[in-house]
């Protein structure tokens, strides 16, 4: 089945600076990435998504890009505000239609 | 999203009782799962439903049932609930391809 690893565990950010969160995938058929935010105690959200057919998507001062060879998708936030901190998890879509999660990246901006 | 909706939110019973979580979606999404989410594992597939009647086994599936009558709910039960099962649970649906799925604002889950 497939793999999901995310890196780093957490992260932390001075106001105003980027953040960068990675993921590698191990099944070659994973054709959509998603991106999901987690709010402490509340649901996870989805903030982005990148089919394979296309390498990068911004949206904002979030972007995601793709490398189908390297199997590894990552995510940029610029400009990082308070409200910016939280859980990240990258996703892929594999075989048998099941979306299979990172472990997560805990964020957080310093203001 | 006001679309798909769990319950109870807070849930606290003791080991060996059955418990059963509701999960209802008004999209008539294909898809259903159930995650539980614990510190340190991220979010694990306990089961999914391709569509009515057809269910299958994700990561962690032992220690519960799950069944699927209707499209728009996925009930997820504990039969006798053990201390191991106290987590955050989160329904989750979405239509084939390549969707994004959609989650419940999840079940706190306490067993004693």
């Known amino acids: 089945g497939e793999n999901v690893e995310q890196h780093p565990s957490t992260l932390s950010v001075q106001e105003g600076d980027s953040a960068v969160i990675k993921c590698t995938y191990s099944?070659?058929?994973?054709?959509?990435f998603p991106w999901y935010k987690q709010e402490l105690g509340k649901r996870p959200q989805l903030i982005i998504d990148?089919?394979?057919?296309?390498g990068e998507k911004k949206d904002q001062r979030i972007a995601v890009t793709l490398n189908k060879t390297a199997k590894h998708f990552s995510l940029h936030i610029t400009e990082t505000q308070p409200e910016d901190s939280a859980v990240y998890f990258c996703?892929?879509?594999?075989?048998?239609?099941?979306?299979?999660f990172g472990i997560g990246t805990k964020l957080q901006v310093i203001p | 999203d006001a679309g798909i909706t769990q319950s109870p939110r807070y849930k606290i019973t003791e080991t060996g009782r059955q418990v059963t979580l509701m999960c209802h979606q008004t999209?008539?999404?294909?898809?259903m799962f159930w995650y539980r989410q614990d510190l340190g594992h991220g979010l694990r597939l306990i089961y999914y439903?391709?569509?009515?009647?057809?269910?299958d086994k994700g990561e962690v599936p032992d220690g519960y049932v799950v069944s699927r009558s209707k499209t728009e709910n996925f009930p997820l039960t504990l039969e006798s609930a053990t201390r191991s099962q106290t987590s955050v649970y989160f329904c989750?649906?979405?239509?084939?391809?390549?969707?994004?799925?959609?989650f419940g604002d999840g079940t706190r889950l306490s067993i004693l």
């Open positions: 989750a649906s979405r239509d084939r391809g390549d969707q994004p799925q959609h």
């Open positions: 439903s391709a569509a009515a009647d057809i269910t």
């Open positions: 996703a892929a879509l594999g075989g048998y239609q099941k979306v299979t």
């Open positions: 099944d070659s058929a994973s054709n959509y």
């Open positions: 990148i089919r394979s057919n296309v």
């Open positions: 999209w008539s999404h294909s898809y």
